[in-house]
C-alpha cells in the first residue's frame, strides 16, 4: 500500500508510505545510524529487510528523503503475529504519529491478514518507545502485556539493556482480506 499526502504541519511538505525495495537500503542504513539507540546492524541485514521482508516492512519519504522505517517480519510459526524489530523517525519528523501510521500502513497489506497480535520488545528506559506502543494499542482496541524477555546478562552478554516483551492485541485483522 502507498499513500501520499501532505504533511499535517507542512502543507508544502510531501508525505508517502510505501512498501520498502531494495534500492532504498542504503537509505535506510543511514536513517538508523541518526536514530540512536537503534542497533545499526549492517547493510545487509537493511538489504534483507527491504527485499525478502519488505511485505512486513514500511518506508516514510518526507519531500522524498527518508524519514522513517519500521522493520518487522511474521514469525514462522505465529501465523497471527506481527513482530517489529526497529522503528525509526527522523528527530525532525517525530511526534507526529508517523512511527503509528509505519506500521498501520503494514497491517492493512494482505501479508497481515491473519494478524491479531503486535508483538516487539523495548528497553525500560526508551519512554518515546513505550509512548509510541502504548499509544498503538490504544488505536487498535487492544490490551498491552508486558514480559521480561531478553536479560541484559542471559541472552545479550552484558553488551546493551535487557528487552521487554511488549504483547498487543488481540485486535480485529485489517490486511485486505482479512477481518
Ligand atoms: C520511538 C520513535 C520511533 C517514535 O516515533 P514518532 O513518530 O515520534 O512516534 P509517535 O508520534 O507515534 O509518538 C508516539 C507517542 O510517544 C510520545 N513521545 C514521543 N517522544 C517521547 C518521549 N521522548 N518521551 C515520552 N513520550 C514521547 C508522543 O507524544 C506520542 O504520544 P501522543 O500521540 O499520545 O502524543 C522515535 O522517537 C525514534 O525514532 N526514536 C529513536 C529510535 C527508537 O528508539 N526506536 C524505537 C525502538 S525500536
Redesign the pocket.
Known sequence: MSRTEPHPDKTTSTLSIVQPRATDAAAVHALIAR????DRNSLYCNLLQCSDFAESCALARLDGRVA?FVSGYLPPRKPNVLF??????DSA????????RLIQDILDRDACADVEWIH?T?TPG????R??FT??AEELGAGVEVRPHFDRHVHLAGQADSEELFLIGPFVARGSTGG
Do not use: D, K, Y
Request: hydrophobic share 50%; net charge positive; aromatic share 4%.
Open positions: 536514530c540512536p539507540p537503534l522513517g517489529i524489530w526497529q522503528v525509526a523517525v519528523a517525530r511526534g507526529h504519529g508517523l512511527a503509528r516487539t523495548v526508551n519512554e518515546a518507545s509512548a509510541m499509544r498503538l
